[in-house]
């Protein structure tokens, strides 16, 4: 059986952070006690030499599990599931797993490149080209449309960490002026994530959720 933690996990986080929501989300899921510790981003506070002691790259998330630090989220996603899970979220068979690395690379190529990036415009003042990212945005969510077409998650019939590190920066996309009506596998797929047990919202921003 999966060990428990001997005291809250704390979680360095910012509310309004996609990377920072998937790791609060798995530990929700998981039904793992944590203490989550916000990081002012527009302060800087991650650049200060205190944060930069947990992770010398001064991004959110972080975690501290009794001692052990783990930086960034698909990182933490991992260890959470490796350490506490009992092998749903990260399946243990070599194709499964690969598949798993798959959407991990598009989460922190394309996706947060694209609609994560998109969505920084509105949300933090980012300067970047909103035209370019919002095209690339609606290339990747057709890719993804149709990689739903036939199943409910994104490697099949089953959630695995996959799911839960896309769900974030796609289901807050319209954030950064990219619309989801022309996606219904994208739609129905993000709502029956919305329906799992223990789920918990991403704080949407100012910007507000169009269509």
Not at 93 to 116: E, H, K, M
Not at 137 to 148: D, G, Q, Y
Not at 175 to 187: F, I
Not at 202 to 210: T, Y
Request: one cysteine or more; proline letters at 6%.
């Amino acid at each position: 059986m999966p060990s428990t933690p001997a005291q809250p996990i704390k979680l360095y986080r910012h509310a309004l952070s996609g990377h920072c929501h998937r790791v609060e989300l798995l530990l929700n899921l998981l039904r793992l006690p944590y203490e989550p510790i916000d990081i002012d981003l527009r302060a800087q506070q991650q650049k200060q030499s205190k944060f930069l002691k947990l992770n010398r790259f001064g991004q959110v998330p972080v975690i501290d599990d009794a001692g052990t630090i783990i930086a960034d989220s698909n990182a933490i996603l991992i260890y959470l599931a490796a350490r506490y899970d009992e092998g749903r979220w990260l399946p243990a068979d070599p194709i499964s797993a690969a598949q798993v690395q798959r959407w991990f690379s598009v989460a922190a190529g394309p996706l947060a490149t694209g609609p994560a990036g998109a969505r920084r415009i509105n949300v933090f003042g980012a300067s970047l080209d909103a035209e370019a990212l919002i095209v690339q945005s609606h290339a990747l969510l057709a890719i993804i449309n149709e990689e739903l077409a036939d199943r409910d998650y994104l490697l099949g019939q089953a959630a695995t960490l996959a799911d839960i590190t896309c769900y974030s920066y796609i289901a807050h996309a319209p954030e950064g002026n990219v619309s989801l009506v022309n996606y219904p596998h994208v739609r129905s797929w993000l709502s029956r994530i919305e329906h799992w047990p223990r789920f918990i919202a991403m704080q949407a921003s100012a910007a507000g959720l169009a269509a």
